[in-house]
């Protein structure tokens, strides 16, 4: 592996851990929504 391609595949690994952040506050945010709606009031 050159120094670019682990430069590359680190860059991705961010990029990829930043979208799982971000996948998970939108589950969290959604879960949150299903809470609220299926209350009854």
Same mark, same amino acid.
Do not use: I, P, S, Y
């Given at each position: 592996m050159t120094v670019l391609e682990a430069q590359w595949l680190k860059a991705l690994e =961010?990029? /990829? =851990?930043?979208?799982k952040r971000l996948q998970a506050?939108?589950?969290? %945010? /959604? =879960? =949150?929504?299903? %809470? +609220? +709606?299926g209350r009854k009031w």
């Open positions: =961010a990029e /990829n =851990a930043k979208l506050g939108t589950m969290l %945010d /959604n =879960a =949150a929504l299903r %809470d +609220v +709606v």
